[in-house]
């Protein structure tokens, strides 16, 4: 004879299912933001939600909930409130972001850092043994997710989600600048800056001293943006000003 389902196991049930659901949003979301940072998808690409849907064999809802979440970061825009592009990006428009990044970095002992948060050390070492392995062959898919993992890491040292998400969203904002901006850059020369940034922050978590650590953080994000001036300016042809920010 069959067991009568009792409404705790419906509900039990519905529970299961919402989060299977959530987590299956989380991942598209995930997939086509990294598409978007690893310039997969370039600017004025149109995402379909029938195609999206097809691809990742769900209905239209999360594949909207994942739109919505990349609009949200500035990563795609409605069009005439139906269509969905990837936004386009440039560096004059994304200064003010970098100096909202560096305020961030900074200032990171106000944010709430996580309880022990100089026991995650052991995780940026890997971190950093893995960019080595990247030295001497350009490919940017490896660099770019683990570089991605960096900031995630980096990131979760702070305890205030809403700090944390910030920190996050500014990040996707930017990173496609710096990803189309490093193949005009000397590749060992970015992986050098990378690897240095991680000794630096390891020192500082060695002492317990969560300022450095920010400071760290601050001066790798401000010398980073220099590098990138660098190489658009040799780019261009034209000749290199210097800017100054009020």
Same mark, same amino acid.
């Given at each position: 004879?069959?067991?009568?389902?009792?409404?705790?196991?419906?509900?039990?049930?519905?529970?299961?299912?919402?989060?299977?659901?959530?987590?299956?949003?989380?991942?598209?979301?995930?997939?086509?933001?990294?598409?978007?940072? #690893?310039?997969? +998808?370039?600017?004025?690409?149109?995402?379909?939600?029938?195609?999206?849907?097809?691809?990742?064999?769900?209905?239209?809802?999360?594949?909207?909930?994942?739109?919505?979440?990349? =609009?949200? =970061?500035?990563?795609?825009?409605?069009?005439?409130?139906?269509?969905?592009?990837?936004?386009? +990006?440039?560096?004059?428009?994304?200064?003010?972001?970098?100096?909202?990044?560096?305020?961030?970095?900074?200032?990171?002992?106000?944010?709430?850092?996580?309880?022990?948060?100089?026991?995650?050390?052991?995780?940026?070492?890997?971190?950093?043994?893995?960019?080595?392995?990247?030295?001497?062959? +350009?490919?940017?898919?490896?660099?770019?997710?683990?570089?991605?993992?960096?900031?995630?890491?980096?990131?979760?040292?702070?305890?205030?989600?809403?700090?944390?998400?910030?920190?996050?969203?500014?990040?996707?904002?930017?990173?496609?600048?710096?990803?189309?901006?490093?193949?005009?850059?000397?590749?060992?020369?970015?992986?050098?800056?990378?690897?240095?940034?991680?000794?630096? #922050?390891?020192?500082?978590?060695?002492?317990?001293?969560?300022?450095?650590?920010?400071?760290?953080?601050?001066?790798?994000?401000?010398?980073?943006?220099?590098?990138?001036?660098?190489?658009?300016?040799?780019?261009?042809?034209?000749?290199?000003?210097?800017?100054? =920010?009020?």
């Amino acid at each position: 004879m069959a067991r009568r389902q009792l409404p705790e196991d419906k509900q039990s049930s519905d529970r299961n299912t919402a989060g299977a659901a959530q987590r299956r949003t989380e991942e598209i979301y995930r997939c086509l933001r990294n598409r978007i940072c #690893l310039l997969h +998808y370039p600017p004025g690409t149109k995402l379909s939600e029938q195609r999206l849907a097809q691809e990742f064999r769900v209905s239209r809802t999360p594949i909207r909930r994942a739109l919505h979440r990349l =609009e949200i =970061e500035r990563l795609a825009e409605r069009r005439q409130g139906v269509q969905t592009v990837v936004t386009s +990006y440039d560096f004059d428009s994304a200064r003010d972001v970098y100096t909202l990044r560096m305020i961030l970095a900074e200032n990171i002992e106000q944010l709430s850092p996580i309880p022990r948060w100089w026991e995650r050390a052991g995780v940026l070492l890997d971190i950093r043994r893995r960019f080595e392995e990247l030295r001497g062959e +350009y490919d940017l898919e490896p660099f770019g997710m683990l570089h991605l993992e960096m900031q995630a890491e980096l990131a979760n040292l702070i305890a205030n989600d809403r700090a944390r998400e910030i920190i996050m969203q500014l990040y996707f904002q930017i990173v496609r600048i710096a990803h189309a901006t490093i193949a005009s850059m000397n590749w060992d020369e970015e992986i050098d800056a990378v690897v240095g940034e991680i000794d630096a #922050l390891v020192e500082a978590m060695r002492h317990r001293d969560i300022r450095a650590l920010g400071l760290v953080r601050r001066n790798a994000i401000s010398m980073s943006v220099e590098r990138m001036r660098r190489a658009m300016h040799a780019e261009s042809g034209r000749p290199q000003s210097r800017c100054h =920010e009020g």
